[in-house]
């Protein structure tokens, strides 16, 4: 079964450092990975996405991620946070075609 | 382009009240289609999701169904809203048999029950 672990439900940052935000996933086979932002009272926006192309995958915003399969990870990443970054952040993977799996999100303040 | 457009925007109801929103595609055929509950502050519940015309299939036991009548446009519907169906609800849709591509969501529905 595919599932996704998002640590740390809250992630605080000062504007102008660097933002990371973790993701792990487990499943047998490497999956497809995707990663969200929801900013309040708004559908989520997709960030960018991981289908077995190049390992460092960029993403709108500033955003990158890398997928290290011996990890199992997929942490994003922004070298500089911006106030206009603080949202909700989600970690998806998909291998069945009908259904995503998403972890349960991180806050994300931007302290100025 | 594909859009989705899903509304209302926000809806109070009371207890025991019907429910029906709806979500539809623009841009795009045969694709599959989604309902996620979300509750303050927590991450995302799949209810439904579709793969074709009147195929629909639930994810939770509920209080709340779906339909499909048209391709491009699915709705969720209640006979008698809970006080535990508050939440934030947001349609989304994805191309047919694609894994490796993602989903795309609406702007939400925030249904608060009184």
């Known amino acids: 079964a595919q599932s996704v672990t998002q640590l740390g439900s809250h992630v605080s940052v000062s504007e102008g450092a660097l933002v990371l935000l973790r993701c792990n996933y487990s499943s047998s086979v490497p999956p497809y990975l995707f990663w969200y932002v929801q900013y309040p009272n708004q559908g989520l926006q997709l960030l960018l996405k991981?289908?077995?192309?190049?390992?460092l995958v960029k993403g709108i915003n500033g955003f990158e991620a890398e997928f290290k399969k011996s990890e199992t990870s997929f942490h994003l990443t922004k070298p500089s946070a911006h106030m206009s970054d603080a949202a909700e952040y989600f970690c998806?993977?998909?291998?069945?075609?009908?259904?995503?799996?998403f972890g349960t999100g991180t806050s994300l303040t931007v302290i100025p | 382009s594909q859009t989705i457009h899903q509304w209302p925007a926000t809806l109070v109801q009371p207890v025991g009240s019907p429910l029906s929103l709806e979500c539809t595609v623009e841009g795009t055929s045969n694709p599959n289609l989604y309902w996620y509950r979300q509750a303050a502050g927590r991450g995302l519940q799949l209810l439904f999701y579709s793969v074709g015309i009147g195929q629909i299939s639930s994810e939770v036991p509920q209080n709340l169904s779906a339909s499909r009548p048209q391709d491009r446009q699915f709705i969720l519907s209640s006979k008698k809203l809970l006080l535990s169906d508050s939440g934030f609800y947001l349609c989304?849709?994805?191309?047919?048999?694609?894994?490796?591509?993602?989903?795309?969501f609406g702007d939400g529905t925030r249904l608060s029950i009184l």
């Open positions: 989304a849709w994805s191309l047919t048999g694609r894994s490796n591509q993602p989903q795309h």
């Open positions: 991981y289908t077995s192309a190049a390992t």
């Open positions: 998806a993977v998909s291998r069945t075609g009908n259904q995503f799996y």
